[in-house]
């Protein structure tokens, strides 16, 4: 282990902790104790675990209640909690697994069995990290490819923006607003596979750079495709090209096949390249944009609803 991985013990029996304990850091954890449910709750806030082994039968609060703290807080919902317990029985592992538990183990507890079931939670923990890391730095690219381009600014963020103030006038929940977001900052992060003089390319472009340009949905895609914080604005980033009438790319998806964020992401995305400045085009008026959307919604392409609730929030 190239540092100590960090294992909680929530156990009100100081006898089975200092087993615990004893067990865990023969094997190079480093391990943290709590007697009962707040006190697991404050360990954790000041300093996540890798994996967390928590007793059901708690004084006060109990494991279940617990757990499901743990696994509804974004914070600390992909940290590992192996569920420890007496009542090894259907109804009591069902419960556990119900509310997020990722493992189950009855007592008297099988230290071998113990130690591989912990040491593989650890190594799921420190790979999902890596990936949470890796989206991080993903965002940071999107921000430096928006920068790239000198004329369009701050369009990712733009794009986001937009799409939000539509999706709450349409009364999409919080998670959609997240995603939107997400999507915005990031649906064109595939560009960063296409060259500069295509990107910036001030005149038509040929059919072969049309069809790199048309690639960037995928790549951005599959660049997102293992960050599980990022799973939500994934769908956003491939199919943000799509049209209502099957005609977009990269899939031609039709109709119902297109979800409503991905449908609010794509008219706040093109709105916003029609009224800013680009190399091949200058900006166009507010009242233009709504015109050329209004039509080619009739055409088919947009959902008019999506493009008449931007029409208020322009208005």
Sequence with gaps: MLDNPVILCVEDNALVRRSLKDALESMGYTVNEAADGEEALASVAREKPDTILLDIGLPGRDGYSICKELKSDPRTRLIPVVVVTGMDNRETRLRALSIGANEFLGKPLDMIELKVRVKALVSLKRYTDELEHASVVLKAIAKVLNARDQQTGDHCERVGDIATRIAVAL???????????????????GKIAIPDNILGKPGKLTAEEYEAIKAHPVVGADLVAPMLS???ARDLILHHHERLDGSGYPHGLKGDEISLLVRILSVSDIYDVLSTARPYKEALPKDVCLSILREEAQRGWWDERVVETLAELVR
């Design 171 to 189: 009364g999409v929940d919080d998670d959609g607003l997240k995603n939107l977001r997400l999507g915005g900052l990031l649906h064109d992060l």
């Design 230 to 232: 990022l799973q939500g």
